[in-house]
């Protein structure tokens, strides 16, 4: 457990710009910056991070908040782990108590893959380094391939051991399980139910998250069995989903930012290579398609993709369906074919990096032209091959989200094909036809049982129900304390504690009044309280921290929250929902300006909430039939309907025009 003062100081040091820009590129906006949020798929940045309150937010799915809450959720982390993460990027160190064999046990199951992965990951660089096996196979074959150790260091490459079972052994001394050793995929179980090493006797690339953590390794043998993989890799897990990592990205994201393009290739070593060659804007998809969040995740550093190809026809036909995934995203993409018998791999390592630079600047073309003339070469002299290649080359027009990138294309490949354009765009409209056609119905079988749902719950008459009306008004005061909690305000009554009507002789008394209190206090003086837990445990804390001391901020204390729950929803609250243009911003007034008008109407417009529930709930027994036969139950009820009748209008003409919070 991390103490509250070592929290406190990893809060105070993180500065959520810093943070942010690992895993988004961010742009000048005004006092802000803006870029595309991380957490859903757009193409107009929305996403805001605002340096002065040391938040972020998206304006469209409206997730955000300090450093630690957009950790914990982009990268599923624990708040712990966030606060880990954080302390290793500033240098805070962080003591913790050596943990028990049962604290062991019950440690977070992803915590616990994690913790693995990073022993198994030293284990192999140790192994390459320190041991004669691993100095004379693994470090050799990877000097064999020009690599220089600064580069073996940065990839953290590593080697297993020949024997199957050293691994597993010495992981079960050092104290990790065999259930995690199995799931993290780093081993499996033979039949007599020994562990053996999965990559035993070969080379090591471990594969990394964008934020650093190891959550995946690649093997390739060193022997030249032939019924063996050329490379065996980690399988997925909790904490590893191959469709949503890219080999290099952790190295290289500076780079791409920097470069504001990335070069995708294929393999481990076709990363590594480039990178040694002085290239670092790389990144591999390991052998696999492209898939949608492995294209999403490059899509938060860069605009510009080039496709590194090694001029194997069947491959890289095989691969054009991820490059329509591409185009779809509205990124610009360009390929390079290297020469007959070229890879990445070994084309960095013959030529320099200015070289490698001027030669994908000369050879590099767009990805339509080169498509265009790639599936041409099949088509000469077959009308039936050449109408495909025409369907095929503007379905990938198709997906292209700009109408004029899309028009610019439309004339270029009319003129690459030898038709006329009307013939490109009838085909083009009827392919979105087509894919529209084909999209609509999941939606509206997804409306249907969406519908179908919200029908049950509408049945249910239970407390939740109940609860989930009510949260407005609560959400609404609880945003008030996040807010406001600490700034006064000002309430003017009678001597004996009754609203002033400015018709006696003795002058009214004016109170100032933290905004909290003021709360807390008008709630107990109705016998009333909020209904949630964790807003009745804010509205406390409030009070507690204003009466131990009076300089306490409300909104700070409660977005570096040691609950993450408390964090989350301070972060939520405590930002307006929309921007505002110029002109509202002008004519709006801040709440916090407007205090004694728009506090005392909340709390009215919550104790309104609370008699209509009761008001409801005697109504519903004032109808049962049976009531009749017991006719003292009855004029109690009724009694205390109209009581209750006459609180309710009694609020109702205090309420007057509703006041909206922005």
Known sequence: MIDHQTVQRILDAADIVDVVKEFVTLHKAGVNYKGLCPFHHEKTPSFTVSPAKQVCKC????????????????????????????????HIEVKEKELTDEEKQTQN?????????????????????????????????????????EIIHRFHLGFSPEQPTTLPEAALAHGFTKEYLTKTGVCYEVENGKLHDRFHGRVIFPVY???????????????????????????????????????????????????DCCYLVEGYTDVISMHQCGIENVVASSGTSLTEGQIRLLHRFTNHITVLYDGDAAGIKASLRGID????????????????????????????????RQYIQDHQ???????????????????????????????????????????????????????????????????????????????????????????????????SLIESIESKEERLLITIVIRYGNLPMTWIEEPDGTPATHTETEAPTAMTIPVAEFILQDLENDGMMLRSARYRQILMEAVEQIRQN??????????????????????????????????????????KYRLEEVVPRILHDFKHAIIKEKLNELLAKLRDPQLMSRPQEYEALMKEYMEFSAIERQIAQLLGDRIILR
């Open 325 to 356: 995934m591409l185009l779809a995203e509205g990124l610009t993409i360009k390929v390079l074919l290297l020469p007959d018998g070229e890879d990445p791999d070994s084309f960095a390592r013959k030529h320099r990096s200015d070289e490698f």
């Open 209 to 259: 998250t964008v934020s650093g953590k190891v959550v995946a390794f690649g093997g390739r043998i060193l022997s030249s069995e032939k019924k063996a993989s050329k490379y065996v890799n980690s399988p997925e897990s909790l904490i590893y989903n191959k469709s949503n990592e890219l080999y290099g990205l952790y190295q290289g994201k500076n780079a791409i930012v920097k470069e």
């Open 109 to 149: 199951e992803r915590e616990s893959m994690f913790a693995l992965n990073e022993w198994v990951n030293q284990y192999f660089q140790d192994t390459l380094h320190n041991n004669v096996d691993g100095v004379a196979r693994g470090l050799g074959y990877f000097r064999q391939r020009g690599f220089r150790d």
């Open 59 to 90: 304006f469209s799915c409206g997730k955000g908040g300090n450093a630690v809450n957009f950790l914990m959720q982009l990268e599923q982390m624990t708040y712990p782990e966030a606060l880990k993460w954080l302390a290793k990027k500033y």
């Open 550 to 591: 009076p300089s306490w901020s409300s909104l700070p204390y409660f977005r570096n929250h040691p609950d993450a729950s408390i964090s989350q929803l301070a972060c939520e609250l405590g930002e307006d929902l929309v921007e505002l243009s110029t002109n509202q911003r002008a004519q709006y007034v801040e709440v």
């Open 365 to 463: 073309v767009d990805f339509i032209k080169f498509k265009t003339n790639l599936l041409q070469n099949d088509a000469q002299g077959d009308p039936i091959k050449r109408a495909e290649l025409i369907s095929d080359v503007v379905k990938s027009v198709s997906y292209i989200p700009n109408d004029v990138v899309r028009q610019m294309y439309i004339t270029e490949c009319a003129q690459l094909l030898s038709v006329t354009e009307s013939l490109i765009v009838n085909e083009l409209n009827k392919q979105l036809r087509q894919r529209r056609n084909g999209e609509v119905e999941k939606p509206n079988r997804e409306e249907q049982a969406a519908a179908d749902e919200i029908a049950t719950k509408e049945k249910k008459t239970d407390a």
